[in-house]
């Protein structure tokens, strides 16, 4: 009898367990037709880790940079790990965990997140830490990043936190229930609509233009951990218009970069070396660049790394080169559509 009982609450313990997690995947946002940005972080996973270069950093990565060019034109493979409002914290503990699975050559990261020093906002956090696989990397990026509103646990159990989502749920939360959709071309998320910057507003006076030294304290475990592992880093500024950059903050950065021996690019100095128009290279009013836009300084960017790093050329590796062929296949697949989709409106 004492047998038959343990057999049953064990039984009853896998099937509330398993129901638990059933909720669980169910409640959570599946971020394939809204907010994709909140897929790009899970999507790394499932690919091939031999890349060369790896981006990470906030949507002046994702939306501007294409890694698809770099191989086209570089034989460079790249892949960026990049979310909305990603911050400093989130992509260093996303480079640590991105060396549990590769040593790139070289990393590039967006400096725009050095204007945060302290945890902003659940919703981006979300999009940023979620998609991660859990490790001690994973741990620390949500203990950083935690709001005085959050608690650890709903990341641990994410369904302390959708359990309301009940009333929002959709087909696609059934659909993709266990597959995914990708959202990306290996980290780029694409847009081939145009929406000139035009009236861009003027930066604000600040009260303290200086960093804060938590944003420093990354930035220098940053590029201490690409110096334990001869990893180049290389600081970039995308040509966004808005939020603005300003002259004190460049000044900050081109000491950072001098003090410590990495390259750093200001694209935003650079509309006539990348031949950026911003009647034509924005979808969003001079945020983000489209896909032209995100082409053209891409192109630039593979240059400077292939000067400056002399990086292999390896289109002449065959399989690597049939993984590019697919990909390539379908970055233009989803430019065709979204320029029918465009002529459409």
């Known amino acids: 009898m004492k047998r038959k009982r343990i057999i049953r609450t064990a039984c009853s313990v896998l099937v509330v367990a398993f129901t638990l997690f059933m909720l669980q995947r169910l409640l959570l946002p599946k971020y394939v037709s809204d907010v994709v940005e909140g897929r790009l972080i899970a999507e790394y996973y499932a690919e091939e880790k031999d890349h060369d270069v790896i981006f990470i950093g906030d ?51 967006n400096v725009l997140a050095m204007k945060y020093d302290e945890p902003q906002n659940e919703a981006y956090n979300r999009m940023s830490l979620e998609g991660m696989k859990w490790s001690m990397a994973k741990v620390k990026a949500i203990q950083a990043s935690m709001t005085d509103e959050e608690h650890f646990l709903d990341y641990v159990f ?29 980290g ?87 031949g950026l128009d911003y009647d034509s290279d924005t979808y969003d009013g001079g945020l983000h660049l489209n896909l032209s836009g995100a082409e053209k300084i891409t192109a630039y960017l593979g240059q400077a790394l292939q000067d400056e790093y002399h990086l292999t050329d390896r289109r002449s590796e065959e399989r690597l080169s049939k993984i590019w062929a697919d990909k390539t296949a379908a970055y233009e697949q989803d430019r065709r559509k979204q320029e029918e989709e465009t002529e459409k409106q």
Request: include cysteine; charged fraction near 30%.
């Open 59 to 109: 949507c002046e990565v994702y939306e501007n940079f294409s890694p698809k060019i770099l191989w086209e034109d570089y034989g460079i493979n790249s892949y960026i790990r990049g979310s909305a409002q990603q911050l400093i914290w989130q992509s260093y503990y996303l480079l640590e965990d991105t060396l549990r699975y590769e040593k790139p050559k070289v990393v590039v990261f």
């Open 158 to 186: 994410p369904i302390l936190r959708y359990h309301s989502r009940w009333s929002s749920l959709k087909a696609e939360d059934v659909e993709y229930l266990f597959t995914d959709r990708k959202v990306s071309h290996n």
């Open 188 to 274: 780029y998320y694409m847009r081939v609509d145009v929406k000139p910057a035009k009236d861009v507003p003027e930066g604000k006076m600040l009260a303290d233009y200086r960093f804060g030294e938590n944003a420093y304290q990354y930035l220098d475990k940053m590029a201490k951990l690409c110096r334990d592992n001869d990893i180049k880093l290389v600081l970039v500024k995308a040509p966004s218009l808005y939020p603005y950059w300003y002259d004190e903050w460049e000044r900050q950065i081109e000491d950072y970069a001098k003090q410590n021996g990495l390259l750093y690019i200001n694209f935003l100095e650079l509309k006539e070396e990348t």
